[in-house]
């Protein structure tokens, strides 16, 4: 028999994202002993653009090292359906995740980061409040969830604070900087919009300005978008948020810690209840009295049902995720100018009595031509002559519909790998070709075209929204967690990311997790 190991920490955090750094710090300022590891070893990033995207493109001679990547990445994931992980600014944040956590897909893109900051690093920055009609049944009072929101949104600094028709749904305004200023081609849409509001309730249409986790004002040491447009490269002024920014703050309390090159792959309990983390990397090994596992939601039910033997099938919320082009005519010729790079208008259009939709739009500057070109029906020469005119009168939009009509399924494998299949529920398809047809009709009133063929609806997980294998229970059985994201059948095993949360809505989810891993913080440092 092993020797005992003494508990070395109060609580360790497995993943230093947006979750775990959220529930970090109600513990750390209680006083207790913290352990945060995460399985980065080398960043190894390309550097980011120093100038504005408008400046660098035309005069910067080394842009290849950013828009390619010194040892090609760019070029090697010339199949990948987002920009983002294209980016070799970005390529650390995404590199080995799949296999590191051993995690098998079919018909399914699973995304996940071992990177210090998680998915934060190269996120879109939207954020939602989702209300208590949101959330039915929760096993818990909503309004410890509502304290939390307003701590995080304050915390990490929120763009978008507007009186428009989105205010409610959002419901983060009271909390808010101002928007950021837009371009030219989204203030045409909202100007258009606003003129003729009168014509959309019917169509189950509303329009705003978009809430994002960038700052239109300074906060603490990050500084205020300054529209360079650099946004999908790397802000230089960190005014995105991401969670690695949470670190310099959090190594101010002396209880906490940060370890780099932890990869965990096994959970073990000691008699005395307490909870070892084996290093795939090592034999390192680190004890805790408790652990927080906020390590993205597929990396987290790997842990949980490996530990459980648990090889029934779990269902995997995502949602079903589509791209647009949008071309505003009137604004052909319109000069670029710099701007926000991410969302800057959203919209909620009703499709059934149960399911709404939401999206964005973002101006093309700042995105690579290539990103166009491969998806037009032509070649590749007449694609670049055509969009050199047409794009700057474009906007690309997003859409996300709620996480019930997606039908993904987990299991946990004899070899202790999690595979996923994903698939649709059988109503998502027509939804999706309503929603196509109704915004198709709703922009044509604002002066834009959506453009043939442009609509794409993107392979399941494709959306990086997951949430739910071990959601929240009441009563929790085998497979499930209570209020506090505890496992049934792992005593001190808390789960803090989206595996936890029951429902997936249509929203941006970010905050949500953020805002529970922050409940579920508070609730245990009360414990103490």
């Known amino acids: 028999m092993k020797p005992r190991v003494k508990p070395e920490f109060d609580v360790i955090i497995v993943g230093s994202g947006p979750a775990g750094t959220s529930a970090a710090y109600p513990l750390v300022k209680a006083g207790l002993t913290v352990l945060m590891v995460d399985a980065q070893v080398d960043a190894g990033s390309s550097a980011a653009p120093l100038a504005p995207y408008l400046t660098s493109r035309p005069h910067d001679e080394a842009q290849w090292k950013w828009l390619i990547g010194e040892n090609f990445h ?87 604070q507007a009186d428009d028709d989105l205010s409610s749904y959002f419901g983060l305004d009271a909390w808010s900087q101002p928007p950021l200023p837009m371009d030219p081609l989204h203030q045409r849409l909202l100007d258009r919009y606003t003129r003729c509001q009168q014509a959309f309730p019917e169509l189950g249409f509303r329009l705003g300005r978009a809430r994002v986790a960038a700052l239109s004002q300074p906060l603490e040491a990050r500084k205020a978008c300054d529209l360079s447009g650099n946004c999908l490269w790397g ?157 700057r009168a474009c906007l690309v939009a997003n859409i996300f519909l709620p996480g019930h009509l997606s039908n993904n399924m987990a299991r946990l494998r004899p070899d202790g790998s999690l595979s996923i299949t994903g698939a649709l529920q059988a109503e998502a398809p027509g939804l999706m070709k309503t929603a196509e047809a109704r915004l198709r009709r709703i922009y044509w009133r604002l002066g834009a075209l959506l453009m043939p063929m442009s609509f794409t609806v993107a392979k399941p997980g494709t959306d990086i929204h997951y949430a739910g ?34 429902i997936l809505t249509e929203k941006s989810h970010t905050l949500t997790i953020m805002a529970n891993a922050d409940r579920i913080g508070r609730a245990l440092a009360n414990q103490r």
């Open 469 to 502: 294998t071990l959601p929240m229970h009441a009563r929790p059985e085998v497979g499930q967690t209570d209020s506090l994201g505890e496992v049934a059948g792992l005593p001190g095993v808390h789960v803090v990311d989206g595996a936890c949360l029951p």
């Open 235 to 391: 802000c230089q002024n960190q005014a995105l948020y991401s969670a690695s920014q949470e670190l310099v703050k959090l190594k101010q309390y002396p209880g906490f810690r940060h370890a780099q090159g932890v990869l965990v792959d096994n959970l073990l309990q000691q008699a005395d209840g307490s909870w070892l983390i084996t290093n795939r990397h090592s034999s390192q090994h680190f004890c805790a009295k408790r652990l927080l596992l906020a390590a993205g939601t597929l990396a987290s039910t790997r842990l949980v049902l490996k530990q459980l033997n648990y090889t029934a099938a779990v269902r995997l919320l995502s949602s079903p995720t589509a791209a647009f082009l949008l071309w505003q005519p009137a604004m052909l010729g319109t000069p670029r100018v710099p701007t926000f790079g991410l969302g800057q208008l959203s919209f909620a259009l009703e499709l059934a009595a149960d399911t709404r939709a939401f999206g964005s739009t973002f101006s093309t500057t700042g995105l690579p031509m290539s990103e166009f070109v491969s998806r037009l029906p032509m070649s590749k020469r007449l694609g670049i002559e055509l969009l050199n005119n047409l794009l």
């Open 74 to 160: 760019a070029l090697s994931q010339s199949d990948a359906v987002s920009p983002k992980l294209k980016t070799p600014t970005h390529a650390h944040v995404f590199r080995g995740f799949n296999a590191g956590n051993r995690i098998e897909t079919h018909n399914f893109t699973g995304v996940g980061s071992l990177a210090t900051g998680g998915l934060s690093n190269a996120w879109g920055c939207g954020v939602a409040r989702l209300s208590a009609s949101d959330l039915p049944g929760l096993p818990f009072d909503y309004g410890e969830l509502e304290k939390s929101y307003e701590t995080v949104s304050r915390r990490i600094g929120i763009s978008g």
